[in-house]
């Protein structure tokens, strides 16, 4: 990206706030004043990426009382809840994994310059802002955005904290995305954006095309194939979307939170010979209570509530 902030030193207010939340590392950090984020919109660019194929499983469950949930399956990094409230755009939180900045486990933000942390608001994973507007990203094996020279193009995780400080519900979501080249990286991805009103998509980007899936059911599903075009949900192929199908199903896309975390931890991920990417998070998001519960490293039986902060 261009024009970032100058590097402050670390009495900076931003790094002032952050705290170590448990010993994973998760830590939680509100991000005082602007971090630029209308400048960079107007000139665009995309951040660099990791070589890793990440396995993600998230779903809507949107009758009655709406939950959203996302396993974020990668491997792991210290863990960032990050508060962002910038002027004249909307509250947030999200999450950040800050093997981005120059963090992993051996080396946290307890033994390093804190500095990079000022970038984060730039590569939210998932998130929910004030208006209880949810957006996340999964790998796929192919993505391809437009490429309109009367369009500037943002980068894949850029397009999330579009959403999260512009749209109030998910058409505003939608069409703020159709407004910009989205240039995909390594891993690529889609996307499963939601709202509290019960409307909820999948959105691809096939050969340049923005492909929207919107639910039919009061509940959705995305995990880490390409629907456009699918078998699914019939004949998904993927354990993880069919356990998550299966039973959002059976009980017609009513869950509370312990039942979306319980459905999250079935659906988790361990560490294997063959593959580092582990469960780092899972994340249910209640968008009427503009809370959060986080478990990390497939700690199921600690979940952590955070409150978006207004």
């Known amino acids: 990206m261009k024009e970032e902030p100058n590097k402050p030193d670390q009495n900076d207010p931003t790094l002032r706030t952050l705290r170590k939340v448990n010993n994973f590392p998760l830590y939680e950090m509100n991000y005082k004043g602007d971090y630029r984020f209308e400048e960079y919109l107007k000139k665009g660019g995309s951040w660099p990426t ?3 194929n990440p396995a993600c499983t998230c779903f809507t469950a949107l009758s009655r009382e709406p939950v959203f949930g996302r396993n974020f399956d990668f491997p792991p990094n210290p863990v960032l809840v990050l508060h962002t409230a910038p002027p004249g755009r909307h509250a947030s939180m999200s999450i950040v994994d800050l093997g981005y900045f120059g963090f992993d486990m051996k080396h946290t933000p307890d033994s390093l310059d804190l500095s990079t942390l000022l970038k984060t608001p730039y590569l939210p994973f ?12 999964m790998a ?6 437009s490429k309109d020279a009367g369009k500037v193009t943002i980068g894949e995780i850029e397009a999330i904290r579009l959403i999260l400080d512009y749209a109030s519900n998910l058409d505003e979501a939608l069409d703020l995305m159709s407004g910009y080249n989205i240039e995909f990286t390594n891993p690529r991805i889609h996307y499963l954006i939601a709202d509290k009103s019960g409307k909820s998509a999948v959105v691809e980007f096939l050969k340049g095309d923005m492909n929207i899936l919107r639910n039919t059911e009061p509940w959705q599903v995305s995990t880490n194939f390409i629907i456009t075009g699918s078998d699914a949900p019939a004949k998904a192929p993927c354990r993880r979307y069919r356990v998550v199908y299966d039973e959002l199903k059976e009980k017609r896309g009513v869950l509370t939170q312990v039942e979306a ?5 079935k659906t988790s991920m361990r560490k294997t010979f063959w593959s580092r990417a582990c469960t780092v998070w899972s994340a249910v998001y209640d968008p009427q209570a503009l809370e959060m519960g986080l478990s990390v490293g497939g700690n199921y039986s600690n979940v952590v509530r955070f409150r978006l902060l207004l």
């Open 50 to 52: 990791l070589e890793t």
């Open 140 to 145: 796929v094996p192919k993505a391809e955005g």
């Open 261 to 265: 975390m319980g459905l999250l931890q």
């Open 126 to 137: 998932d998130g929910m802002n004030e208006k209880g507007v949810f957006a996340c990203m």
